[in-house]
Structure formats: C-alpha cells, structure tokens
C-alpha cells in the first residue's frame, strides 16, 4: 500500500531511504563496482549501496511504466483495429549545474539496458542544443549559458518529435565542454531507440502559450533535488578538481584559471555560480521541480535520502 498522511507532500508520495529501497523487491545488481567507477561524475561519491538502495527500486519502477504503456498501446491497438508501432519511451532528467544529473542519467541508461528485454537505451544530453559561443555572444547571452535562451529550443523539440513519430536515424550536435563551445565539426548520430533519455537542465520546461516543449513527450521525469548552498558548493569544488585535472589542458577554456593563483581562481567559480548558475536555478530550473514524475533529494554528503513519486 502506498504510504499516506504522514509523509505527503501535494501531488507526490515521499519516501524516505529505507521505505524506498525496500521496493527495490527482487531486481538484481547487475553493476560491478568497476561500472560505477566508469558512470561517476567528477567528485560524485556514490557507492554501490545507493545503486542498490535507491536506482534499482527506481529501475524497477521505470519498467513498470513502460510496460503499462506497453498495455496501453494495445489497448488503442484493439481499439483501431490493428497494431500501433511503439515509439520510444522517453525520459526527461533534470536539474542545476553540478547537481550530478549526469551520474544519474548514465546510471538509469545502464541498469535500463541492462534490464529485462535488454532495451535499446539513448542517453542525449541537451548541451548540443545550446547555440554556439558565436551566437551567444551576438545575443549578449555568454552570460546566460544554460538559460532557457541559450538553448535552439525548436532544433531540440524537432529532435525528440522525429524520433516519436517513428525516425530510425537522426543526428545531433555535439558539445565540446573542453572548447567550452559546440564542435562545428561533430555530429551524433541517434538510431531509434527503445528508451531515450534527454538530460539538461532546462528539459522540463513547460513551453510558451500555444506552443510545445520536449516536456510534454516525456512518458516519465526525473528532477534531482538539492540545497542551493549545497549545489554551490559542489560546483566550486568541482571547479578545483576540474582546475587539477581538465584545466591544465593547454586546449581547455579555463586553462587561465589553471594558472592563476587559487583565490582568483575562487572568485571566478563563485562569480559564475552567483550570476549565472544560481539565478538559472532559482528562476528557471526549479519551479520545474513539482513537473517531474519523480524526485531525489540529495543531503549535503551527495546522498540521495528522500523520494518523491507522483500520484497517479
Ligand atoms: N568546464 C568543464 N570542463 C569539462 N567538463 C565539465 C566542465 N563543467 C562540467 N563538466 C562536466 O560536464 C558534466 C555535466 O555537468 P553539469 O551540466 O554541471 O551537470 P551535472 O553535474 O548535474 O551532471 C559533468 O560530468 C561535469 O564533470
Ligand atoms: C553546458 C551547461 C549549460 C549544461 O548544459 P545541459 O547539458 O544541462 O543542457 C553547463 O554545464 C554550463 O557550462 N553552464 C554555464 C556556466 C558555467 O560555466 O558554469
């Protein structure tokens, strides 16, 4: 039974950690402690009783749905007179910079395909939507990176219609995150796939008066939750390791930063999170939050110890 008055929060049941890993039921582990270490992102501390704990009963649950919708479409099948040809089964992953939405996204891609029937699983992060520097620079957006604007919004939702309405084989651009910039010279190609998931920051947006966004193709939505201070400080962290790391990259756009002293290098981090990733946040990324089928609520240590599912 699903649990109720104690614990209910509007439209969404909440769980917390040892209530959700008990629905995990019988799905298997199917991550070796090397997997893991290959989908982490940078500074993410997962471990394995937190795959265990909380995306196994997640995996479990994404099944279900697209086997609901599987019933559902032979329901309109029946109802036609003939079989109606499956579409993919998208899902929508969102929420702030340096909140691991990453880790997550190739965390569901894996178990996903792992899981039974073996599904086909697209991971398609919307970076490549986003114009080129060029671009934003005559827009005077530069400073606005991840903003909504920033983002060729009709090139993404042309993109996830074509392949609901059945392609078999698209492209898409690519991001660079070490030229800061799109690769004009890269392209993905997207065969159609049985489940794609989008990942950005933007993706649950809700589209303008009259108009469609790639929320409304989602067939489910995951929104990662944390503190902003939190968030923050994940970023400034993730800032210096990137500093360590990434940045001495003579070919990386912070490579500058890589060499000036560490206060300068501070102040940069904590003035981009500031005035751009902390007002996208606060403006645009999170009053999306309650748009989401799901919700995971992370602590200040990165562990996921709140869930939240949507009633039905
Ligand atoms: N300046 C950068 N250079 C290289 N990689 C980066 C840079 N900034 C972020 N990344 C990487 O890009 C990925 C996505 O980061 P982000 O959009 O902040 O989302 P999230 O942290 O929620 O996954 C992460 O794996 C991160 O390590
Ligand atoms: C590339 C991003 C906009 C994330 O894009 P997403 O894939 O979420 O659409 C973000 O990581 C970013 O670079 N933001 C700009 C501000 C900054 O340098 O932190």
Not at 172 to 188: E, K, N, Q, S, T
Request: hydrophobic share 45%; with cysteine; charged share 25%.
């Amino acid at each position: 039974m699903i649990p109720d008055g104690e614990g209910m929060a509007g439209p969404y049941v909440e769980f917390g950690r040892e209530e959700w890993r008990a629905l995990r039921a019988a799905t298997p582990l199917t991550l070796s402690p090397e997997d893991l270490e290959g989908l982490r992102g940078l500074n993410d501390p997962i471990d394995l009783a937190e795959v265990e704990e909380v995306y196994l009963p997640l995996a479990r649950l994404i099944g279900l749905f697209a086997a609901a919708e599987g019933r559902l479409r032979d329901a309109v099948g029946a109802f036609l007179g003939g079989p109606v040809v499956p579409t993919p089964f998208v899902i929508g992953i969102a929420g702030s910079v340096a909140v691991g939405k990453s880790t997550v996204a190739r965390l569901v891609r894996t178990l996903l395909a792992r899981g039974d029937g073996r599904p086909t699983v697209e991971l398609v992060t919307t970076d490549g939507f986003l114009y080129p520097n060029a671009t934003l620079a005559e827009r005077g957006l530069m400073d606005r990176k991840g903003f909504p604007e920033s983002y060729d919004r009709g090139a993404l939702l042309g993109f996830v219609s074509a392949l609901k309405a059945g392609a078999a084989e698209l492209s898409v651009p690519v991001y660079d995150p070490l030229a800061y910039d799109i690769d004009p010279g890269a392209r993905r190609v997207v065969r159609r796939p049985d489940i794609l998931i989008l990942e950005g920051l933007n993706v649950l947006q809700t589209a303008r008066p009259g108009g469609l966004a790639v929320s409304d193709l989602f067939d489910f939505s995951i929104y990662v939750d944390a503190r902003v201070n939190d968030v923050r400080q994940w970023y400034i962290d993730r800032f210096f390791a990137l500093r360590r790391t990434v940045f001495t990259d003579e070919r990386s756009f912070f490579h500058p930063y890589a060499q000036v002293d560490p206060d300068e290098a501070a102040a940069y981090a904590e003035r981009t999170w500031r005035e751009t990733n902390e007002v996208n946040l606060v403006a645009n990324i999170l009053p999306t939050r309650d748009r989401a089928t799901l919700v995971l609520c992370k602590d200040r240590d990165h562990r996921i110890t709140r869930v939240r599912l949507r009633r039905i």
